[in-house]
Nanobody, 112 residues
Framework: QVQLVESGGGLVQPGGSLRLSCVAS????????MAWYRQAPGKERELVAS???????NYADSVKGRFAISRDNAKSTLWLQMNSLKDEDTAVYYC??????WGQGIQVTVSS
């Protein structure tokens, strides 16, 4: 059974940085497509960044140049480094495996 546990969220001022982590339990992490999504209040869940098992990355236009997704297959861990954070990055962020399994979500709030 797959479980995804996110950590690293919190409150940060505009222009600041946060690093989200997602640790996966169960088998198959190394061969799976992984991604970060987010959902802001009153909005639909959107894809933020994704990474294939070979390391190819893709980003939403709104975060290109500011966010970086990475993974360590040996540690079954996914990260999202978020720099130059803006108010509009405020959302609950979710880790996703294989477009099927979801973490519980973690709050990121960008506010002065």
């Amino acid at each position: 059974q797959v479980q995804l546990v996110e950590s690293g969220g919190g409150l940060v001022q505009p222009g600041g940085s946060l690093r989200l982590s997602c640790v996966a339990s169960g088998s198959g992490f190394s061969i799976q497509f992984m991604a970060w999504y987010r959902q802001a209040p009153g909005k639909e869940r959107e894809l933020v960044a994704s990474i294939t098992r070979s390391g190819t990355t893709n980003y939403a236009d709104s975060v290109k140049g500011r966010f970086a997704i990475s993974r360590d297959n040996a540690k079954s861990t996914l990260w999202l480094q978020m720099n130059s954070l803006k108010d509009e990055d405020t959302a609950v962020y979710y880790c996703n495996m294989a477009r099927y399994y979801w973490g519980q979500g973690i709050q990121v709030t960008v506010s002065s």
